[in-house]
């Protein structure tokens, strides 16, 4: 069986009594159909991208995704590597560990699941080699990313990668304002159904880039509205 932990903010930072997190449980069942019925299956083209470079990772630590499908993936594709996976929507979690379930029986073993708030979240494993964190990140503020990261930084191995999926505005033209409406309309829909307060993407290229990590590799999609990224930390 997997582990699941309930878990209590142990931050010293934490404030999580001054603010509300978000509610994707309703989602949980209909995010996958809500993917496709607006952008067809170009997120989850993202989402995967990247998921032959992770046929190495021994020791995962996957953030906020969601109904599972990477989880899944990545336990069904590389036998050896173990999963600690964080969200804070326990019915997202029970979608993941039935999705891993699905699409490998035996790979339920080498998860173990987190229900909390991501901002409060502190890992108890060490030597993650690889973090994952697909549409997460936009959910979060500048400060949010900071101390998300300034966490996590201590349990990473010397060589680990962050693989990232997120929303981005194009700087260029047309595609610019086209972007732009889309992540507008995006997060006024999951401002009503989920009371996401956030409102704009945070930088997290260059808050990563000030905790020593680099982008190596970048692919965008839909004319620069999604982009997969992964960054590797600086020795």
């Not at 190495?56 to 590597?81: E, P, Q």
């Not at 970048?218 to 509205?225: I, P, S, V």
Request: glycine share 6%; charged share 25%.
């Amino acid at each position: 069986m997997p582990t699941i932990h309930s878990a209590v903010p142990k931050y010293p930072g934490s404030h999580s009594h001054n603010r509300q997190t978000p509610d994707f449980d309703p989602l949980a069942k209909i995010y996958r159909w809500m993917e496709y019925c607006s952008f067809g299956p170009i997120l989850e083209r993202c989402r995967f991208h990247f998921l032959p470079q992770c046929s190495g990772a021994r020791k995962a630590l996957i953030l906020g995704d969601g109904d599972g499908r990477f989880t899944a993936r990545l336990l069904a594709s590389n036998h050896k590597v173990q999963v600690d996976a964080v969200d804070a929507s326990a019915a997202m979690l029970t979608e993941l560990r039935q999705r891993v379930r699905q699409a490998a029986p035996n790979a339920i073993k080498r998860l173990k699941t987190f229900h909390i708030d991501i901002r409060d979240f502190v890992p108890t494993g060490n030597d993650y080699d690889l973090v994952v964190s697909h549409f997460l990140l936009d959910c979060l503020t500048d400060t949010e990313v900071e101390c998300l990261i300034e966490r996590i930084l201590p349990h990473l191995d010397p060589d680990a990668e962050w693989i990232i999926s997120e929303f981005s505005i194009s700087h260029r033209g047309w595609r610019r304002i086209y972007t732009g409406l889309v992540i507008h309309f995006l997060y006024f829909a999951f401002n009503k159904m989920t009371h996401l307060r956030v409102r704009h993407i945070p930088n997290y290229a260059q808050i990563l880039c000030r905790f020593g990590f680099h982008r190596r590799e970048q692919n965008h999609f839909l004319g620069g509205l999604l982009v997969a990224e992964v960054w590797k930390r600086e020795k």
